[in-house]
């Protein structure tokens, strides 16, 4: 075989075809290292990194980088390691390159969000050695707090570095918000995919920062000039905010025909602005549009008081977006108690309630205690004198 591999290769491992190859080796390898991640044989796992073939990885790579990452962590000196799974990812010729980086950028990306491993690891980045893209922007991300060499280095990537679809701009973008600093210079690089994709992570990230989505929403505005790119954004954090368990009823009231103003606006931007005059032209739109229609159909029924049209158009809502239905939720029990002399809303009202008590319940049954208490004390206030809704908002309590 030292003679001529490719020779011998050709002449002896065809009928192996389906068992000799980089697939099945990972479906092998895949298995074994998750026994030794049980085992947290750690030391094991860290050796592994300079002999597993990580640029034949294919789509397997996220989840052996991540891996590999985490038995890094572990040790105190592991800056070598680090090193090497660095220049095996941005500096082999080998392999699907690409899908390597973005799979690193969002396993870093990962890991930076527990407090505990974030300092250590962002200490291991900045030591690396490297003139990749991602590099610089976690050197920048180093440096947030000193804002003279925070800027300094954003100078640096937008002159001398690529933007391009591997670019971990789901952490870069809102930082550069943060300091006020327009990041058009990343976004429009990006495909429209990847910046969608970028969008729903980082709108899942403030999903869990409730009461920083308002200011944030207002930084983007005041420093971004408007472009589509913007307003998917902010349709994006709009929609996570409202859609949110802990967001109350005069939350969503008070912030509802923004979000809808907002998401027409971008529609009419997108698609022919007669889609937007009619029923028919309706169905034809995607459910985000189709969704934002009907909560400003509902909204007009409800300054109207035609509270059985109103919630005949949220049930009608919440079918296009399930994903809405903490918010629907709300705006049903809100109407409820200032109709309760019909009876159709009374029922609606009774029968809602009962759904909450269900809900609340599953959440209690799975330990979920802390989520459950929103939920409870918001129906406490709908319905103070019913005795199953006390006894819950007791349960719930001696949880916490």
């Known amino acids: 075989m030292e003679n001529d591999p490719n020779k011998d290769l050709a002449n002896y491992t065809p009928f192996l075809q389906n068992k000799v190859g980089y697939v099945p080796f990972y479906e092998l390898l895949l298995p074994l290292l998750e026994i030794i991640r049980q085992d947290k044989d750690w030391l094991k796992i860290k050796s592994m990194i300079r002999e597993v ?11 052996i980088i991540n891996l590999f990452v985490e038995a890094i962590l572990q040790f105190d000196h592991s800056q070598s390691e680090m090193q090497f799974l660095y220049n095996e990812i941005f500096d082999n010729q080998e392999g699907s390159k690409a899908e390597q980086i973005a799979a690193f950028a969002a396993v870093i990306r990962k890991h930076k969000q527990d407090p505990e491993k974030r300092q250590k ?6 030591k690396l050695k490297g003139n990749s893209t991602f590099l610089e922007i976690q050197k920048a991300i180093a440096f947030e707090s000193n804002e003279k060499e ?26 550069l918000i943060k300091h006020q600093l327009d990041p058009s210079f990343v976004v429009t690089k990006l495909s429209y ?13 403030y ?15 005041e420093i971004w000039p408007a472009c589509p790119e913007r307003e998917i954004l902010v349709i994006v954090l709009r929609r996570a905010y409202l859609f949110n368990n802990f967001t109350t009823i ?6 509802l025909p923004f979000y809808i103003e907002d998401a027409l606006q971008l529609g009419q931007q997108i698609y022919s602005s007669e889609l937007f005059e009619n029923a028919a032209g309706e169905k034809l739109l995607p459910s985000e549009f189709k969704f934002v229609l009907q909560m400003k159909q509902a909204l007009e029924y409800e300054k109207q008081k035609n509270y059985v049209a109103y919630l005949k158009k949220l049930r009608q809502a919440l079918k296009t977006s399930p994903n809405s239905s903490y918010m629907i939720s709300k705006l049903k029990w809100q109407v409820a108690i200032q109709t309760t002399k019909q009876d159709k809303a009374n029922q609606e009202f009774l029968m809602l309630g009962k759904q909450v008590k269900n809900q609340i319940m599953q959440l209690l049954l799975s330990g979920q205690s802390q989520a459950a208490l929103p939920l409870v004390k918001q129906l406490a206030q709908l319905m103070p004198n019913d005795p199953e809704t006390k006894g819950l908002l007791r349960e719930v309590l001696k949880k916490q």
């Not at 073939?53 to 989840?63: C, F, N, T, V």
């Not at 280095?153 to 002159?159: A, D, P, S």
């Not at 869990?208 to 989505?213: G, P, R």
Request: with cysteine.
């Open 53 to 63: 073939p990580l640029y034949h990885a294919g789509d397997k790579a996220g989840i």
């Open 121 to 126: 690891l962002q200490l291991l980045l900045t």
């Open 150 to 175: 925070f800027l300094s280095r954003i100078n640096n990537l937008k002159k001398n570095f690529v933007i391009n679809d591997q670019l971990d701009c789901e952490e870069l973008v809102p930082l």
């Open 193 to 205: 995919d990847r910046w969608n994709q970028a969008v729903q992570t980082i709108g899942a990230t």
């Open 207 to 221: 999903l869990l920062k409730h009461d920083t989505v308002l200011p944030f929403i207002t930084k983007i505005k």
């Open 250 to 255: 005069d939350e969503i009231k008070d912030q």
